[in-house]
């Protein structure tokens, strides 16, 4: 899959394309649809298939001081939509000078001019321009007049309701993470460079692999059993483990930090990228009185998310 990130390096090769544009954040089922909309659409125009999205997430510039919300990072979001079959990711640079597009505007400067895109697929609540005052009936106005196709996908729905990123934010924030994988069609995951930590759990007989949580909305706080992907390397594979997402009561730390303890694994991952899935929440954080408390309660944590994982 190849990202384009300046509109000024489109080059012919590249016009042409059948877009699904949005945020995508998660690509949960919904995203999906739309993306599975605009595949059916590049097949029978014998195009590449792209999907168009923004960075940094819009709401990084209206509601900057909000907390962290993104399911995923640019680069997950990137991998994701690779394993969907993408051939061209548009990341449009989000600032001041693109919101101050009119709908028009940005029809004519991102979509025709700017990317020379075909065909684009958008959602039912599709909304742009300045003051989001374009809908989809806007753009498929302004794709008849500027020679682009419009297609509009309808949203996706499970039994629990629509299917969205706050839906599933929510359910994340419930502690309830196989109902976040319901909605995405995929588990939750979080991914990164294993970065050096305080080395605390070495010394207890459970090394851990740290993911920052920079920017990333926050589950529930506690124990999960968990899925490790490990991209590549000599240790290169899937493996099960159980996590901590907290901020380390017992040693006095208040900034969130994702821990994983990989079962039977035996290497050094420190800057290596792994991805880990959220599969089950197990526990709350706890504060313990003592070590030998803290390490007896973890080797019980392991004991539970072997279990739960021999049937996943």
């Known amino acids: ?57 819009p709401r990084n510039l209206f509601v900057p001081d909000a907390p962290p919300f993104r399911l995923m990072n640019a680069e997950s979001r990137a991998d994701r939509l690779a394993r969907l079959g993408i051939d061209l990711l548009f990341e449009v640079p989000f600032n001041r000078d693109l919101v101050a597009l009119t709908p028009h505007d940005f029809a004519r400067q991102i979509i025709c001019d700017g990317l020379g895109l075909r065909h684009v ?48 934010r929510q359910v994340l924030a419930d502690g309830d993470p196989r109902a976040a994988a319901r909605m995405l069609g995929h588990w939750h995951r979080i991914a990164g460079p294993v970065q050096h930590g305080e080395k605390r759990g070495r010394d207890m007989g459970y090394p851990t692999a740290n993911l920052a949580m920079d920017g990333l909305h926050l589950p529930k706080l506690g124990v999960y059993a968990v899925l490790i992907d490990i991209a590549d390397g000599p240790q290169a594979g899937q493996y099960h483990g159980v996590a901590s997402l907290g901020v380390r009561p017992m040693f006095g730390e208040n900034q969130p930090n994702f821990e994983t303890f990989i079962f039977d694994f035996d290497g050094d991952l420190y800057g290596q990228h792994i991805s880990v899935a959220l599969v089950e929440f197990l526990r709350p954080e706890v504060k313990f009185t003592t070590v030998d408390n803290l390490i007896a309660q973890m080797d019980a944590d392991s004991v539970q998310a072997r279990d739960v994982l021999s049937n996943v």
């Open 121 to 168: 697929v958008v959602g039912t609540d599709f909304c742009f321009g300045k003051d989001r005052a374009g809908d989809a009936a806007a753009l498929q106005a302004f794709g008849t007049d500027m020679g682009f196709g419009v297609t509009v996908a309808p949203m996706v729905a499970l039994d629990a309701g629509r299917v969205s990123s706050t839906a599933i």
């Open 1 to 57: 899959m190849r990202i384009v990130r300046d509109l000024s390096m489109i080059d012919p090769d590249t016009r042409g394309a059948v877009a699904a544009i949005g945020n995508f954040d998660g690509v949960h089922l919904g995203h999906q649809a739309v993306i599975d909309a605009a595949a059916q659409v590049a097949v029978a125009l014998d195009a590449p298939l792209g999907v168009m999205t923004f960075e940094p997430h």
